[in-house]
């Protein structure tokens, strides 16, 4: 059997729905003669097994631990990975025609090891998207794909483990390569030593994934609050990759107070109102994840 070139990696737990059009999407798209896809399935309590079992092509990889998290699951899949390259995706992302052709395209046109390629992750447009939506697309705190200027010389901080293809080479000279100290902000933590070992990121607008989820003000506070936890673990691994944050303050507490009663209506409210709106109640949200974690640090 000649080399396999591309491994597609996905850690899951407990979405076997969105699983399940993951792979759908995925499966079509590769050449299993040559290639190969992996699922770190991280001790999922659904229906997760069943959907996998409809895979018989996918490998399934066991995560060690119980509820390790993605770092782990990515790690672990890895670690059985034959492929020289590597392309990563989340469970609840669509691939859309021909994204792993066009990743495997780049990588034939750009051999050298250093050079990666990311490509947006959007919202389904099969589904409604709101004006929330798209403010987190755009100016929210989501990917800010929107801001990449020069696709051909891209900052790490737009590697995005939910459609970015590498050279496994390139990962081998990190250790991990994915840190398992840390729940969230694994992509740019990893992103971050490999730019420093020379990784040369490119994006292609054209290669897009859909996101199966939807948000509203509400899920997305409760994400930023769990940002903001997670901004105390990245602290202590890497203190200058913590996105800045303001002080906790009454007039800030009043300001997402009046934020949250306001978001029923931030949807018909002017552009600029909304996303002030919405921009309070998420900023907000993340520092009080950051207190609720130092205080845990400190009892």
């Known amino acids: 059997m000649g080399t396999t070139r591309l491994s597609v990696v996905i850690p899951t737990h407990n979405r076997a729905t969105d699983l399940r059009e993951c792979l759908t999407a995925v499966v079509g798209q ?26 018989p092509q996918v490998r399934v990889v066991s995560v060690p631990g119980s509820g390790s998290g993605s ?16 392309l990563f995706i989340d469970d609840d992302i669509v691939v859309t025609p021909d994204l792993v052709a066009k990743h495997m395209l780049f990588h034939e046109q750009f051999p050298l090891v250093e050079e990666a390629l990311g490509g947006p992750v959007l919202w389904d447009p099969r589904k409604r998207i709101t004006r929330h939506m798209r403010w987190l697309e755009t100016g929210g705190p989501l990917f800010a794909f929107d801001t990449i200027g ?13 459609n970015v293809s590498v050279k496994r080479e390139l990962l081998s000279r990190v250790s991990g390569p994915f840190d398992e100290r840390l729940r969230r902000f694994t992509d740019v933590e990893l992103a971050s030593r490999l730019d420093a070992v020379g990784m040369r990121l490119q994006h292609d607008p054209s290669a897009e994934v859909w996101h199966l989820r939807s948000d509203t003000p509400r899920t997305t506070a ?10 105390v673990e990245l602290e202590r691994v890497a203190p200058d990759l913590v996105p800045p944050h303001a002080p906790m303050t009454p007039l800030r507490r009043c300001k997402a107070a009046v934020a949250t009663a306001l978001s029923p209506i ?7 109102l909304a996303e002030r709106i919405w921009a309070s109640r998420a900023a907000w949200a993340f520092s009080v994840g950051r207190r609720d974690a130092q205080l845990e640090r400190e009892s």
Do not use: K, Y
Not at 71 to 86: E, H, P, Q, W, Y
Not at 222 to 231: I, K, L, N, P, Q
């Open 150 to 162: 020069d696709h051909g010389e891209v900052p790490p901080e737009h590697f995005c483990t939910a």
């Open 30 to 55: 590769v050449d299993f003669d040559q290639d190969e896809v992996l699922v770190a399935d991280d001790s999922s309590t659904d229906g997760t097994p069943s959907v996998l079992a409809d895979f």
């Open 266 to 272: 931030a949807e018909i409210a002017p552009q600029f």
């Open 71 to 86: 770092s782990t699951a990515r790690n672990a899949a890895l670690g059985t990975a034959s492929g020289t390259l590597v």
């Open 222 to 231: 409760e994400r930023m609050r769990e940002v903001g936890r997670a901004s």
